[in-house]
């Protein structure tokens, strides 16, 4: 009656997932082998729940939840408020809330260095960019780690790329270069060339 | 700490959509704090949120250890998946369950973290042995040191085995078995088909039975 027998995946799934059905309980009941593989299937698993549970509540006991715990609600508390604005001098009395403490001809000075500001930001864009748009004055940035991706003994346009990149962005290129064919010619003098933790 | 099988109620054929049980009283809380935040009362909302954090912090913290097994990148993939869960409580929908909402956010914070680790340690120079060693000791004592290095053996070769699974089927095992949850709600936190979850499921408990009983065969 082998065809009887329960699958290995039924069995997983009866022990993990679902009870057995009736006729699946009357054989194991009489199937001293399905009923060893079930036991043997639970033992495991249990082994595996078990050790996964007790490394981490070893590693987060209960001081450690509730230091978690103050930590998440303070963060939350930070979340929603403005950011604090520290008095300065130091020692000056708080202003009233609702009330303005500005007077109008601190207002106009104010507004003053604004517009003076905006006006030179405008200025001195105007003035960088007229200067690099100069004939002969154009600066490329190229990308030092593709050379591979051109066609061999071909020059190929050089690409223009953002100066500022983020971190992920660099390393997505650094791994790219890395995993490239072309990196795998440099492997033997990468192997010669002594690396950092080396020298220490 | 055995469990006995059944845990949950029979799930429906692969691949179709199944009914999802009665929401727990973490959705309804769930629920409440989506209103009170709505309404603009967040302190309350902080409040009765705390009371959440502590109902699901235990389940969260052994789910981050068995992906990261680091405490200190658990402990901030956790608190991140919390706040991250705060701060978006107006796109939770009760008619689901939170705990899958919340599984599938602190499953993401715990993949970021780890690809970013990797990336890390890959261009880092290592430093000489500073990472937190694994708690090796269990919590229950055992009465001899040979019992206990027995055990500490083979919890290494079970973490072991647990860690060699691919990616997809581990996080697949860890929500079905540690988290609890049943092969429709990891569907759902993971947007795959349930039949795909089973796949993944029962390959990994087959890898996992190849490596840690070799001796067993059907």
Not at chain 1, 35 to 62: E, G, H, I, K, N
Not at chain 1, 97 to 116: F, H
Not at chain 2, 57 to 66: E, H, L, S, T
Request: a neutral charge.
């Amino acid at each position: 009656m082998r065809a009887d027998h329960l699958s290995d995946d039924r069995l997983i799934e009866l022990s993990l997932l679902e009870a057995p059905s009736a006729t699946e309980q009357q054989h194991l009941s009489a199937c001293a082998r399905c009923d060893a593989r079930r036991v043997r299937m639970q033992r495991l698993l249990d082994d595996v729940s078990d050790t996964a549970t007790v490394a981490a509540d070893a590693a987060f006991p209960p001081e450690r939840l509730e230091r978690q715990h103050s930590r998440i609600l303070a963060r939350l508390l930070r979340e929603g408020r403005p950011a604090r604005v520290i008095a300065f001098p130091a020692g000056q009395a708080q202003p009233e809330p609702g009330v303005s403490r500005t007077r109008p001809r601190s207002r106009w000075i104010a507004a003053a260095a604004v517009a003076g500001l905006v006006v030179g930001v405008i200025a001195g864009r105007f003035g960088h960019e007229y200067s690099f748009n100069r004939p002969g004055a154009q600066v490329i940035v190229a990308h030092a780690v593709q050379p591979q991706l051109r066609a061999p003994g071909t020059a190929g346009p050089i690409q223009e790329a953002s100066v500022s990149i983020s971190e992920d962005e660099f390393l997505d290129q650094l791994e790219t270069a890395v995993e490239s064919p072309a990196a795998a010619a440099l492997q033997p003098i990468d192997e010669l060339t002594p690396t950092a933790w080396d020298i220490r | 700490m055995s469990r006995t099988p059944p845990r949950r109620a029979p799930s429906t054929v692969a691949g179709a959509a199944a009914p999802l049980a009665p929401l727990s009283r973490d959705s309804q809380l769930a629920a409440e704090i989506k209103g009170l935040v709505a309404s603009g009362e967040r302190d309350a909302a902080r409040d009765r949120f705390g009371e959440l954090v502590a109902r699901q912090q235990r389940r969260a913290v052994r789910i981050a250890y068995q992906y990261l097994r680091d405490a200190h990148d658990a402990d901030e993939a956790v608190q991140d998946a919390f706040v991250k869960v705060f701060t978006h409580m107006t796109s939770y929908r009760e008619d689901l369950p939170f705990e899958v909402w919340f599984t599938r956010i602190l499953v993401n914070a715990c993949l970021d973290l780890r690809k970013s680790r990797a990336r890390r340690l890959r261009w880092a120079v290592p430093m000489s042995s500073t990472s937190e060693a694994p708690p090796t000791d269990p919590a229950t004592p055992d009465p001899t040191p040979e019992q206990r290095l027995v055990s500490r053996e083979r919890a290494s070769e079970i973490t072991a085995a647990v860690d060699s699974l691919p990616d997809r089927q581990r996080t697949v095992f860890t929500l079905c078995h540690l988290a609890e949850q049943t092969t429709a709600e990891v569907s759902q936190a993971l947007g795959l088909s349930e039949a795909t979850v089973r796949v993944h499921l029962f390959r990994a408990v087959r890898k996992l039975r190849r490596l840690l009983q070799p001796g067993e065969r059907r």
